[in-house]
């Protein structure tokens, strides 16, 4: 029998939590009513276990010590953390969240920037443009009257041939044995045993006996019979039919893959990309890439607009991109394993040794690194992850992925700022561990660098990392235009944070997806030496940093054109 206050929560089968409602004594013995979260399914005979409250996951919207720092630019999240951790304290993984219905007004994207939503993730897939330009005002707004330092993100529809709808809100099930219609006719609602393709082609080159997989393995069919271009199959795997479910065709154990004709960029993209741009993102994640081409392509479209500053990730979801993984990592400003799609394509049981070989060509190359979908799926339903979606957000903490996203969890789920507390938290606790433990996963060093400077450049950044690690330093300071000796210095994961000082605001917003960099806005002079006298004032004065501090100072500034010599080096400074 457990002692039960109000404050207890009350957990079933050691995943819904619920707080106590009431409280009733019959003959001594205590009873208590639990509130019940709206909507959570509990099972008969589930284990009810009483745990004692003492602190909250959130940080509470009310605090008042949260100030806007206006001197340094410093985000007001950065800021207290910095406070209340110290330099080691502070969070090395960024987080993105994928802005949905569930929370979009100003109070709930205010919630997820306290939480440490550092990029807000907009899906182009879903909702009108007049719907996303108002989330992208609230978050602006955020920004600018609440001092957060949010960055934009729009996700590009793409062309999902494999989509598929059964034309009710709520999944079906098919059961083994059942015979369905696969269509490419359009029509409203819904019949019995039809399902609506989304694309008039999806049936070419398709075969009798050919396997047809829901979502990866929710439900399995074979094609007994082809009737135009529909498909007449029987389930074989019996399961859940969701609407717009996703479908790959397998053949002998390998997916059949269709020719590509439609193109990774559709005439809706290029409309949502004319929005991003007029609306100033930071970032466009292009869905379906299959080649570097796609991406060369939009990176010269945005030149020509004068918006390079907008920065272009290849979204890594596709067989075919698989095939030509590095070319697109060399091409792109930053890679997404979206594993939601990728899990269509390839086996299930290929996507961690898949994930981890993407985050090792990202970090060989230098580029920003996101593992995103269903890293706390449960959550869309439940407020606490299970066992193994914490082991598997750990994982890509641990494998040093830059950024981690939540899609439906935050979008449509019931309990998206505790979804983000719980990747707050696994991150930290991940990221402690590996610095104790010592057991940084080294880069074998690959030299990116070409010209004299870009190498100089490159080796001042992994000897300054060596350093600062050696030494202890409590931070990293880096003064830099475009952000090229930060994501140097990010790229070898050192233990102390990296400030990383620009007087360019894109900049800022394009570091704030790379590991380990808190980006500060400054004016920066040609005087490098005045760069930092100022930059170390601005730090004391604002608290920041006290006396005995240790900083490592690595400084980029391009040669005026009187001289040839390199201006890259090292210091190490005492605050005094
Ligand atoms: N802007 C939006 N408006 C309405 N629903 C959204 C929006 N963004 C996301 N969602 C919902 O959240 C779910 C998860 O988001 P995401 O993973 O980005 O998309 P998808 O499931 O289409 O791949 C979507 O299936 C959709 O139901
Ligand atoms: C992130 C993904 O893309 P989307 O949510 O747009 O399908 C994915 O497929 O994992
Ligand atoms: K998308
Ligand atoms: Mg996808």
């Known amino acids: 029998m457990a002692i039960v206050s109000d404050t207890s929560k009350v957990f079933i089968n050691n995943k819904i939590s619920c707080s106590v409602l009431s409280k009733k004594q019959f003959f001594g013995v205590s009873v208590c009513v639990p509130k019940i979260v709206p909507d959570v399914r509990i099972r008969s005979r589930a284990k009810a276990r009483f745990v004692e409250v003492k602190s909250t996951l959130q940080i509470n919207l009310d605090e008042k010590n949260v100030s806007v720092n206006g001197n340094l630019g410093f985000d007001v999240?950065?800021?207290?953390?910095?406070?209340?951790?110290g330099f080691l304290g502070l969070r090395k993984t960024k987080l993105i969240c994928t802005i949905g219905p569930a929370c979009s007004s100003l109070e709930d994207l205010e919630r997820l920037a306290l939480g440490g939503m550092n990029v807000a993730r907009l899906n182009m897939c879903h909702n009108t443009r007049e719907w996303h330009s108002d989330v992208i005002r609230n978050i602006k707004k955020l920004n600018e009257e609440k001092g957060f330092c949010i960055s934009l993100m729009i996700d590009t529809e793409g062309s999902q041939m494999y989509m598929v709808d059964h034309g009710v809100g709520s999944s079906v099930k098919a059961e083994d044995g059942s015979i369905w219609l696969f269509t490419i006719e359009r029509f409203e609602g819904s019949?019995?045993?039809?399902?609506?393709?989304?694309?008039?082609?999806?049936?070419e080159g398709i075969k009798v006996g050919d396997e047809l997989v829901i979502d990866g393995g929710m439900a399995t069919f074979e094609v007994i019979e082809k009737v135009g271009n529909d498909l007449r199959c029987k389930c074989?795997?019996?399961?859940?039919?969701?609407?717009?479910?996703?479908?790959?065709?397998?053949?002998?154990?390998?997916?059949?893959?269709k020719i590509f004709e439609l193109p990774t960029l559709s005439t809706k993209d290029w409309t949502d990309i004319d929005f991003g741009i007029s609306e100033g993102v930071d970032f466009i994640a292009v869905s379906f890439v299959n080649e570097a081409s796609d991406i060369k392509l939009l990176k010269n479209y945005l030149s020509t607009k004068s918006s390079e500053f907008i920065k272009v990730l290849a979204k890594v979801e596709s067989l075919e991109s698989l095939k030509n993984l590095e070319d697109i990592v060399e091409a792109s400003d930053g890679i997404m394993v979206a594993r939601g799609d990728l899990g269509v394509q390839i086996p299930l049981e290929q996507i961690p040794t898949v994930q981890e070989e993407i985050i090792h060509i990202c970090r060989q190359l230098n580029k920003p690194v996101i593992v995103a979908s269903q890293l706390l799926e449960s959550m869309v339903e439940y407020p606490t992850p299970t066992r193994a979606e914490v082991a598997d957000v750990s994982e890509a903490v641990r494998q040093y992925a830059d950024a981690l996203m939540l899609s439906g969890e935050s979008a449509i789920g019931l309990f998206g700022d505790k979804a983000l507390s719980v990747l707050r938290m696994v991150s930290n606790r991940l990221e402690l561990w590996s610095r104790e433990e010592n057991k940084q996963i080294l880069l074998s060093q690959r030299q990116l660098g070409v010209s004299l400077p870009e190498r100089i450049a490159e080796q001042i950044c992994n000897c300054a990392v060596e350093m600062a690690n050696n030494l202890g330093v409590d931070a990293i300071f880096?003064?830099?235009?475009?952000?090229?000796?930060?994501?140097?210095?990010?790229?070898?994961?050192?233990?102390?944070?990296?400030f990383a000082f620009t007087d360019r605001s894109c900049t800022v917003k394009t570091l704030n997806l790379q590991w380990g960099i808190v980006p500060l806005l400054v004016e920066l002079s040609e005087d490098m030496e005045h760069n930092i006298r100022k930059t170390f004032e601005l730090v004391k004065t604002s608290g920041m940093v006290k006396?005995?501090?240790?900083?490592?100072?690595?400084?980029?500034?391009?040669?005026?054109?009187?001289?040839?010599?390199?201006?890259?080096?090292i210091k190490v400074k005492t605050i005094a």
């Open 77 to 85: 999240v950065t800021e207290k953390e910095l406070k209340e951790k």
């Open 191 to 203: 019949r019995p045993f039809t399902v609506q393709a989304y694309y008039e082609g999806f049936s």
């Open 236 to 257: 074989t795997d019996p399961g859940l039919l969701l609407p717009r479910a996703k479908i790959s065709f397998w053949r002998n154990g390998k997916l059949v893959e």
């Open 478 to 498: 880096v003064y830099t235009r475009h952000g090229n000796m930060a994501s140097l210095l990010s790229r070898n994961r050192p233990n102390p944070p990296i």
């Open 547 to 569: 006396n005995g501090d240790v900083v490592l100072v690595v400084s980029d500034v391009i040669p005026s054109s009187s001289t040839h010599s390199y201006f890259q080096s």
